[in-house]
């Protein structure tokens, strides 16, 4: 890649070292969930900035809309009311791409180069080398990647990888009215992160806390969240999250064993062949039968 | 044609084409579920017209071996039934393996590690074709836990099914005289005799 900032840690279906010498600093995107007024500007920055248009839907009785990921939908606002303390609380979470360090959908992907995991963090789908099997979605443990109905390929928020790569922000971050959106350097977002903590605690909320699961060995989108330790309040939001051991056996471990297992059974083939010898019909036998069909034509 | 009078005939024109309808699928659905599996073998995707065509032509191959494999099983089941015979064969199978089996219980159409992997081959393509089904997202859209079963149970299937045909074809190569039963449909006497004398005398009455 001829930019730093697009240099490559890690490419789908690929068992070989991507070029690894240059450091790039890994960067965050971190919503403060306790900031988001749920005005839905990120949602529409993210389809101006991206040409992405989905269908107009109907009113579902609640304020989502739409009310689900799509291949054009790569950022949705999710809304639920609970009741926390005797006191409604309307929790508003933007739903996303979290571009996990180790990301799911990468290690489930069987296409070479359609999963990409830039040096700075960010997971992109570079869709023309995509084969539409839908791995990707198999893989995830977010349940964000959508297979698109008009061309078979996997589409998800690309952090707005192109701007970050000449150095802007997210255009959801650049949008957001109230600056629940912040991005930068993943170091400098905890921080920020540490901060808004202090302030939410003073406030009462004692379980306020980040949500970078280590689980996924980080995020690159981190959540401030009042309620920590329920992540699944904010709309099913995953307690620990982690890659499916169904998907790490699948695509872990299974791949090599099952692949020398199957060259052993084909050498041990070709070299039963070559030690026993091939499995003949004995010259007794075929002697026998000769001596039968001559006897039975002198009858 | 008939090369030799005295040969025997072991499948009807209809039993083989049956089968290599089969065989040229699972060639075909081996070689692209390969190249879904491990990266070493996706170039194997440029026979099929690269990695989306792959994709698309995998499952519908899939559909036509498991119809074509339920029609095989169907005509040779009954032969397949495990008899004590085939217990003690298999229980011996150490000399079929050294090259010698000469001294082994009498056999009919089928020894026991035939009808083994007869059986083996049959649960191999079910689990293939229930799982496959729950991972083919053009036309299914099944809980993900679901579909992640699945993909574990195809994967693991299909390598058990490609080394019992690995294992297959090899006998069929390595004891002489059989492949031609799968071409023409017939075997010498010698062969039936020295592989399978309860079949061969059945046929010969001998």
Redesign the interface.
Known sequence: MALQSLDIARRSATTTPPPGVRETTEVAKLIDVTTCVGCKACQVACMEWNDVRDEVGSCAGTFANPTDLSAKSWTVMRYNEVEEGGKLEWLIRKDGCMHCSDPGCLKACPAPGAIIQYANGIVDFHQENCIGCGYCVTGCPFNVPRLAKEDSKAYKCSLCSDRVAVGQAPACAKVCPTGAIQFGSKEQMKDVAAKRLVDLKARGFAKAGLYDPPGVGGTHVMYVLHHADRPELYSKLPNDPSISPMVSLWKGFAKPLATLALAGVALGSLFHYVTKGPNEVSKELEDELEKETEEEMRQ | MIRNP?DLQRYTASERANHWVVGICFILLGLSGL??????F?PL?QLFG???W???LHPFLGVLMALSFVAMFCRFKSLNAMTPADKEWLSRIGEM???D??NLPEQGKYNGGQKMMFWALAVCVLLLAVSGVL?W??YFNLP??L???G??IH??AA?VM??LI??HV?AA?????TIRAMWYGTV????A??HHRGWYRQVTGK
């Open positions: 005295k190249a879904f599996f491990h990266p070493a996706f995707t690269g990695g989306v792959a994709r698309i393996v050294d090259g089996d000469h991972m997202r053009a993900v836990d579909v992640r079963f993909s574990v994967a693991a390598a490609i080394a690995f294992v090899y190569i390595w004891v002489k005289g010498t006497r010698g062969w005799k020295q």
